[in-house]
């Protein structure tokens, strides 16, 4: 099977496509031909030698193909089932612990940059109804954490602002999921382009955080002096005070990202003054992604696909990634 690969010290000059052995279903294991994937952050971290990984870890954690096998015990799926993978596999239901963190396809194990793999049922569910390859594999990362922020963690209902940064996946799920729950979304960017474009999308209000660095301040105007239920924050340290003042009393924050710093100033009393909940997302579990599937297909919510590449053009999809004109989703097709 064709595979691509990363090798030390990484970088997309050191992705290349290579040969290996077909994988074979264990017990317990399906064996799945991938259709496609999706570019994450986090893959291209990974790609960039952000995250250290074994010589030649195959990337890419979302997945979307057809079961061609399965192992002896497996119960869950049969032969030429749609399926879409798990970000993190380990992790089933409830709460997550350590234990949940060490397979993520693409990190600490091999991903979804290749033709086949053998993986446990569990790492699966079925992809959701009327949804293509390209289109399934847009869901794991991106639109799972968007998912888990608003209606997990936080409690995202009709009539609710919600505000979201940037125009990358998960903030542009979040603007999809927010409008099919009946929310009220403020969106901000720094391009006036991609902002229209998210007006396009349900995007009630929207603010160019360039030409208003006290885009909180803004969006509390916009709520008539309330405030914002929820913030979809993507930035870090360097959004957090505006997301703050953007926020009502008692609104919820769901930390997501760290675009701009992994540690920065916290204006901890103006968080604590109007008794925010703060939660770090990490993607979600099994049971969190089929809720997200049912959600899906009740809404008919189709994801904003922009450019997609062949499995032997990775590195430009990667490319394409980092000159941050791409808006919705970059995939694979294999």
Known sequence: MKVAAVKKPGGPGNLIIEDRPDPVAGPGEVLVRIKASS???HDFVVVMGGIPTDDGRIPMS???GEVVAIGEGVTRFKPG???LSLFFPDWQKGAIDALGFGGVPGDGADGFAA????MPETAFTRMPDGYSYTEAATLPCAALTAWRGMFVEGSVKPGDWVLTQGTGGVSVFALQFAKAA?????????SNEKLERMKALGADHVINYKDTPEW???????TRGRGVDEVVEIGG??????SIQACRVGGHISLIGVLTGVSGEVPTAAFFS??????GITVGSRAHQEDMIAAIEASNIKPVLDQDFPLDKIADAFAHQASQQHFGKITLSL
């Open 182 to 190: 009946g929310a009220r979304v403020i969106s901000t960017s720094s």
């Open 237 to 242: 340290p360097g959004t957090m005070a505006q």
């Open 115 to 118: 033709e086949l793999v053998a």
């Open 39 to 41: 570019l994450n952050y």
């Open 81 to 83: 089932d749609q399926v």
């Open 274 to 279: 109007k008794n925010l909940t703060m939660s």
């Open 62 to 64: 979302d997945g979307a």
């Open 216 to 222: 909180g301040r803004a969006a509390l105007e916009l």
